[in-house]
């Protein structure tokens, strides 16, 4: 696919609607063929962009690189955006994680966004050989260094990367996930957005919104609900939920809204306008939606995608627009 086509919107941008890609339980290369495949599909049908998450150690339909695979999902689409979103910032040093987005932006103008995590699985850190007591510090210092860097603003020897030197004419976008208004405090004054997690109750996502607003916040903050479209495979979702219960350590799991969170109707339009009241809810301007549960075959994923995108986001984009929000063509 070209390179250099004007991309649908911009990365992470406000009022975008963009599709989270997990691997299937497939071999390998079966795994790069199919979340190619479905990139391709979800750029067909409308969605704005997608997005990749990191696990490592084989942890269950995640991938170690999250930026590798959004440059699998860019070669495979012409105009959607793609975002390692989030990116375990503590793990790498960050240095090299800005020179790979940088130069990753160079392949893809315009097509390229990030957000930083601290990351919360102790196997992450052991893989990776980071001490996990140091993942909070490290991610402190290490983000605002990121931001800096890919505005094309770097100091020392990485100023002198030609590919981040030109960020400074057209900056990456940068979003930072957050559970807590002091998370979002911080992403508030370095200028950058917000990611919430697809799990996080309404009230806490609008205290930390408002958090972000008042440090001065920038960017957009992002909503990442899980969506249906007819009846859910209901085992695959209890599934998916036990698997998050297990991984998430209680810290996280105090700000879980009621319910397994899942927005599944029937109905479209419902759909549509129960993403739309969550968003105004939760302070959010823009949203990632997952279709993947435990268990879903690329098929069944594949069909969400397509009634996703022509059910539910026609009505969304009309929703959005009405509501004065931005609405991507």
């Known amino acids: 696919m070209p390179s250099g086509s004007s991309p649908r919107s911009l990365p992470l941008s406000p009022g975008a609607v963009s599709l989270r890609l997990y691997p299937h339980d497939l071999p390998p290369a079966e795994v790069v063929t ?74 893809f103008p315009g097509r390229v966004g990030a957000g930083f995590a601290a990351g919360a699985l102790a196997d992450d850190f052991a893989v990776s050989d980071v001490p996990f007591e140091e993942m909070r510090e490290r991610f ?68 930390a919104s408002v958090a972000h607003r008042e440090a001065g916040g920038g960017g957009s903050c992002i909503l990442i609900r899980r969506v249906w479209v007819g009846s859910p495979p209901t085992t695959s979702v209890a599934d998916q939920m036990d698997r998050y219960r297990r991984a998430a350590p209680a810290s996280a799991r105090d700000h879980w809204g009621a319910g397994d969170g899942l927005v599944a109707s029937d109905d479209g339009g419902e759909i549509a306008e129960r993403l739309v009241d969550l968003l105004t809810s939760t302070g959010c301007d823009s949203l990632n939606l997952r279709v993947f549960h435990a268990g879903t075959t690329p098929s069944q994923v594949r069909g969400q995608i397509e009634r996703v995108g022509t059910e539910v986001l026609p009505r969304l984009r009309t929703l959005l627009s009405g509501d004065g929000r931005v609405a991507p063509a």
């Open 34 to 107: 199919e979340l190619m495949a479905q990139a391709g599909l979800a750029e067909a049908t409308g969605f704005d962009g997608v997005m990749t998450s990191e696990h490592h150690g084989g942890l269950p339909n995640y991938l170690p690189n999250p930026l590798l695979a959004a440059t699998w999902a860019l070669e495979a689409t012409d105009r959607a955006w793609a975002a390692p979103c989030p990116l375990l910032l503590p793990l790498r040093p960050v240095a090299q994680v800005v020179e790979d987005l940088a130069w990753t932006a160079q392949r």
């Open 140 to 207: 402190t210092t290490a983000l605002p260094v990121a931001v800096a860097g890919l505005r094309g603003r770097a100091t020392g020897p990485l100023a002198a990367d030609p590919a981040v030197g030109a960020l400074r004419a057209d900056p990456l976008p940068v979003v930072s996930a957050a559970q807590s208004p002091a998370a979002a405090r911080r992403a508030g004054a370095l200028g950058i957005g917000l990611l919430f997690d697809s799990l996080i109750s309404t009230a806490r996502a609008a205290e």
